[in-house]
């Protein structure tokens, strides 16, 4: 199976691209819900959380896992791939959702402004400005962290007049920053289920990037270049999800996102 791992139920708008771009694999979802947001948290916090919910996924036997949360990918990646990987699991990889945004964006904007909107933890790594600089010293940055935004979600009152004001505060907070920004990047997997309110506050010319979409091509392309791990997916269409709080309340919002009826079970991760 393809480990997918977040915080809590952000990471399903990733798992939803992922179905249906590669709909062939089988798939498992893990939320660490009972911990969940990791944004506010701090790196070792974030770190640790992360590793027992990818060791988990390798225990399940996902030999490829995504990180589909940016608080993680931003926290916890590069450790992971670099110190654990090779005593944990050297045949194994851990893939995140930074980085295939970040190339994407280069391609995108013209005025070479961009802005980022994420958790206070992604924004504090500085994980974005410092991959896109990598990749285009010449783009410019504007991030800003919307603490509010995946409460919003998890407390599923993100369709409910209580978001728009926490969604027109910050949006005219990086505006009135980066007023000549083209591009967009919803720099937190929670955010897409915003995007019917974010989009009608954009100015014209203003481009949103899919990042579901652009994680799953990404991963399709991967796949491409790795057949030695393509071959070892198991393929029979299968979908587990799991959640370390309770599965009944999981259950409801995930089939809300992933418009699908949705059974869970609960684990707990090994320390
Ligand atoms: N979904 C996660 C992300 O993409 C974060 C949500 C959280 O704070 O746990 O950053």
């Not at 996902?62 to 045949?91: E, G, M």
């Not at 802005?115 to 991030?143: F, R």
């Not at 907070?173 to 007023?179: M, Y």
């Not at 019917?196 to 091509?217: E, M, T, W």
Request: hydrophobic share 40%; aromatic share 8%; proline share 7%.
């Amino acid at each position: 199976m393809i480990g997918v791992f977040d915080s809590g139920y952000g990471g399903l708008t990733v798992l939803k691209e992922l179905l249906a771009l590669l709909p062939g694999y089988d798939y498992l979802y893990v939320g660490d819900n009972a911990r969940a947001p990791y944004g506010p948290r701090s790196f070792e916090s974030v770190y640790r959380y992360t590793l027992q919910g990818v060791k988990h996924l390798f225990d399940a036997g996902c030999p490829l896992v995504i990180l589909a949360c940016n608080t993680a990918s931003a926290k916890a990646l590069r450790n992971i791939q670099q110190r654990d990987l090779p005593f944990l699991a050297p045949d194994r990889r851990v893939l995140g959702v930074i980085r295939p945004c970040v190339e994407a964006v280069s391609a995108v904007t013209r005025t070479r402004k961009v802005g980022v909107l994420g958790t206070v933890g992604t924004v504090q790594s500085g994980s974005y400005v410092l991959e896109i600089q990598k990749i285009d010293p010449s783009i410019e940055v504007y991030q800003e962290a919307c603490p509010m935004w995946v409460p919003l979600v998890e407390t599923n009152e993100h369709e409910g007049p209580g978001a728009d004001y926490f969604i027109e505060k910050h949006l005219r907070n990086l505006l009135s920053a980066a007023p000549s920004i083209d591009t967009l990047i919803l720099g937190c997997t929670h955010y897409p289920l915003l995007i019917p309110k974010i989009l009608p506050l954009l100015p014209p010319g203003v481009q949103l990037l899919d990042q579901g979409g652009i994680v799953a091509r990404s991963l399709q392309d991967y796949l491409w270049r790795h057949p030695e791990m393509e071959q070892r997916l198991t393929r029979q269409g299968l979908r587990h999800f799991e959640t370390t709080d309770a599965p009944a309340i999981f259950d409801s919002h995930a089939s809300v996102i992933l418009q699908q009826p949705v059974s869970s079970r609960k684990v707990t991760f090994k320390e």
